[in-house]
């Protein structure tokens, strides 16, 4: 665990008797930023609102900036905004890397799910909130924006100053009046500069001038003609926005670009590549490398992929495995089903707006994921929501895919308007316990909820039912020196079903093709969010469970 003494993190000035006081205080009210987000740190296992300390909504808020997971240069990028929007005095942390692109060097290194982190941060924030060197910290990719902003600035300044120049020259006996006429001049211009800079980060829309070049203004008509016209009819201006990848009400990772009108989304758009880590170009060629690179894939699910990817590699090297280990593999993957459940559920909560939904959903996840929760416990809170009358009422007409579409989905999307999709039905352990996937007929958000609430129930069952005959001893496949092949497997993952084809050459992977159903809900998002309010296509975004990791592989 490495301490430093919050040199970028740090407000500047002397300590003395009241900053002290002040600065202990401030270390006994620690509100975290959670990079990449939320979901992505209860799934390392660190449970941080559990231990007396709050997530934050926005940077603003939080004196704590935490990152951990899998972090690309593109995500650094933006947690360097998202630190620099911090007040001061904060602390940064890494879970997991030793340095990132972007970012300063952390005040703290702890490992990935390390919980017991507040002690460090306490004495961080009480022992450096003041100090007399502190170093501004401004990314880079907004220091060389102000400096091509500034360099702008100059050109333009240069050019007014001939310009006055030259009036001068014209009339030398009028050298005040003119002078002061072209202050005026430059103040105006830049001034009408300015907003119209400010104009162009809100609007992406080009708007005409509003007066011809004759020196006459035009008519409203003229004005507005070549603008695009919203629901009703009427000229608009839309404004781009961008939720994500860090907002706690989507998956973390995930960032959305809308054009808006008014409150009314005209278009929407997953950001692409924001996540990718090249996992296509550079992996490992000995098998059980590979599989960990699998794994590597989704940190919210990554037994699963562990399971997807021995499993195609068995069948290439023609492995054969008993019944016993293949229900201990049943076992592992309802009980990611579960977690990854839950904590869908609670970034749900939290796109909706209820705040005990999601902190009961959270700390369920904790007790499960460390063996303390029992059934009866997540069987009643799960019951219990599905029982809730107003929130059906709030999400029974938002999120409908259309039907010519759906023929995409997979996975709760699918089974909640009745499409009996899962890939379990193909596997014997599953067969043997009688299984037969949820379904409902609510093509909306709320019957996506139901899937997810129902599934959680059906995977406890069949833990509890798969437990007596389980294989405890793992055993790793055997790897052959000289096998040459293709394997293919699929698995049903908490989105949907996963396909993995490999291909081996003398004993070392080739190269592989990796099909997930994250990809066929970000193809969703355009149609699904047109002409949507805002607050109902977060939501509908939320309710399909898009796994951004899997998108740009």
């Not at 059906?458 to 496949?477: D, R, W």
Request: proline share 6%; charged share 20%.
């Amino acid at each position: 665990m490495m301490e430093k003494d919050m040199t970028y993190g740090a407000r500047k000035g002397a300590w003395h008797f009241l900053k002290r006081w002040t600065a202990k205080a401030t270390a006994s009210d620690l509100s975290i930023f959670p990079v990449p987000g939320a979901d992505v740190l209860r799934a390392c296992g660190m449970h941080f609102m559990q231990k007396g300390m709050s997530v934050a909504a926005t940077p603003r808020q939080a004196n704590v900036l935490l990152v951990a997971g899998p972090i690309t240069e593109k995500l650094a990028e933006k947690a360097a905004v998202a630190y620099a929007q911090m007040p001061r005095p904060r602390v940064l942390v890494f879970a997991g890397p030793d340095k990132l692109p972007y970012l300063p060097a952390p005040d703290l290194k702890v490992a990935i799910g390390a919980e017991n982190i507040q002690q460090e941060i306490k004495k961080l924030l009480a022992q450096h909130a003041w100090r007399k060197d502190i170093i501004p910290f401004v990314p880079e990719n907004i220091k060389k924006a102000l400096e091509d902003q500034q360099e702008g600035q100059g050109h333009m300044h240069h050019s007014q100053g001939e310009e006055h120049d030259h009036h001068q020259h014209e009339e030398p006996g009028n050298k005040e009046e003119h002078e002061g006429h072209g202050q005026a001049q430059a103040d105006e211009h830049e001034g009408h500069q300015h907003e119209s800079q400010s104009s162009h980060h809100q609007h992406t829309s080009s708007s005409p001038h509003q007066h011809d070049m004759s020196g006459g203004f035009m008519s409203m008509v003229a004005m507005t003609k070549d603008m695009p016209r919203s629901m009703d009819g009427l000229p608009m201006e839309m404004n781009q926005t961008h939720f994500g990848p860090f907002f706690p009400g989507l998956p973390g990772g995930l960032s959305i670009a809308m054009m808006l009108d008014g409150d009314t989304v005209m278009q929407a758009e997953i950001e692409k590549k924001l996540l990718c880590r090249n996992l296509y170009n550079d992996y490992p060629s000995a098998p059980a490398a590979f599989i960990e690179h699998i794994s590597s894939i989704n940190p919210l699910a990554p037994v699963t992929f562990r399971l997807l990817a021995e499993r195609a590699i068995r069948q290439v090297m023609e492995i054969e495995t008993d019944r016993g280990h293949h229900v201990s593999d049943l076992i592992l993957l309802e009980q990611e089903r579960v977690l990854c459940h839950l904590n869908w559920l609670a970034v749900f909560a939290h796109t909706i707006g209820n705040l005990w939904m999601q902190q009961k959903a959270a700390d369920l996840h904790r007790q499960y994921q460390y063996g303390q929760a029992n059934g009866q416990a997540i069987t009643k809170f799960t019951t219990q929501i599905s029982k809730m009358l107003h929130l059906k009422k709030r999400l029974m007409p938002v999120g409908v895919v259309p039907e010519n579409l759906l023929h995409h989905a997979s996975g709760p999307v699918a089974r909640a308007v009745g499409l009996p999709k899962d890939a379990r039905m193909q596997d014997e352990s599953y067969q043997e316990l009688g299984f037969s996937p949820v379904l409902e007929q609510q093509n909306n958000a709320w019957g996506r909820l139901l899937v997810r609430l129902a599934e959680i129930r059906q995977s406890l069952q069949l833990i509890e039912k798969s437990s007596k005959t389980a294989n405890t001893k793992q055993q790793q496949p055997a790897m052959a020196d000289n096998t040459s092949g293709k394997g293919t497997a699929q698995i049903e993952t908490s989105t949907g079903t996963a396909l993995l084809t490999v291909h081996l050459e003398e004993g070392s992977v080739k190269d592989f093709h990796l099909q997930t159903p994250a990809i066929a809900y970000a193809a969703l998002v355009p149609q699904v969010a047109a002409m949507q309010e805002l607050g109902d296509v977060l939501i509908i975004i939320a309710s399909l469970d898009i796994a951004a990791w899997e998108i740009d592989v």
